[in-house]
Every structure is written in C-alpha cells, then in structure tokens.
C-alpha cells in the first residue's frame, strides 16, 4: 500500500534533457545536442516548479552534460585543428611532410607534362594552371612552394619550406623524382 505518499510524476522534458546531454559526447553533433539538452533542462525546470513534478536532479544533469558535451567537442575539434594546421610539431607533423611531397611529386609530373607539351617549363605555377593542368600551389603547413625555373625553361626548382616555413634550411621538401 501507498502509506500517505503520492507518486509524483517525472518530466518527460527533464528525462529529454538527460538524455539529450549523455548523446551530447558525439563529436559531430554534441554542439547541437547539448544546446538541446540545455534548453529542454531549463524548460523542464520550469516545468517541474509550475506543475510540482519530480525529475529536478534529472534536468540538472541533463544540463551540466549538455555544456560538458559542447566543450568536449569544442575542445576536440580545436585540437585538431590546432594540430593540423597551425602546429609545426605534434601527432600529425610526419603526415604533413609526407602529403606535402606528394603534392609536390604530382605538381612536379603535371610540370613534365608541360614541358612535354611546349618545349620549356612554365614561368609560373599559375600558368601551368591557365593551360589546364593541376597544380597546388602550396603545401600542408600552409605556406606555398618555391618554384624557379631556370634562364632557358629547361629545369626548375621545386620545394616546401617544410615545417619550420622557411625556405634553405635542412626541413625544406622537394618531390620524389
């Protein structure tokens, strides 16, 4: 038997916002779910005080994963952000050096193909782009490649400054030849 207590009734926004706050760890989309977690643990706390519902502990939690799942994935995708692209050192170093030779490997073929097709090597990188050939002009530290052809168009020099962005020094990348 009952003994004088009266179920109370949990909110159905509240067990939303928990739930919403736990999925809210799911890199692409925590953003997105703990907003929505937030706002459904404040509704339901607004709820819970009008209507005298249980479930507070249930909102608050839901809200509290909510910004925890925000800044995880805020704090996830900006180190990989930071690690990709503005880091010289760290997890992905060694996969930037390698993929940014071989850019300038297919640069360098798309550069014979030129060659092979009027006689000298472009000037410019943009102008073998012009004349329809794939060309990136810039390497994985974001920083484009030095490029110079010779007097009489018949040899170039082609490289990275590597991880340190500057050009003559012992980290510069050339393509595979």
Do not use: C, W
């Not at 939303?16 to 703990?34: D, H, K, Q, W, Y």
């Not at 880091?87 to 930037?96: D, N, R």
């Not at 410019?124 to 490029?147: C, Q, R, V, W």
């Amino acid at each position: 038997m009952n003994k004088g207590k009266t179920k109370q009734h949990t909110a159905g926004l509240a067990i939303t916002s928990l739930v919403l706050g736990l999925v809210a760890f799911i890199p692409l989309v925590g953003v997105l779910l703990g907003v929505l977690a937030i706002i459904f643990g404040i509704l339901a706390l607004r709820q819970i005080k009008k209507e005298k519902l249980g479930g507070r502990g249930l909102s608050i939690a839901g809200i509290v994963l909510g910004v925890a799942g925000i800044l995880f994935t805020i704090l996830l995708y900006g180190s990989l952000f930071y690690f990709g692209f503005v880091s010289e050192t760290g997890p992905f170093s060694e996969l930037k050096i390698n993929a940014s030779q071989q850019i300038l490997t297919q640069d360098a073929g798309a550069l014979e193909l030129y060659k092979q097709k009027y006689g000298y090597y472009p000037l410019t990188l943009e102008e073998a782009t012009n004349a329809g050939y794939t060309i990136f002009g810039s390497d994985h530290f974001l920083k484009p490649f030095y490029y110079k052809v010779s007097s009489d168009g018949q040899s170039y020099e082609l490289k990275s400054a590597g991880p340190d962005k500057e050009f003559g020094t012992s980290d510069d990348i050339f393509p595979n030849r």
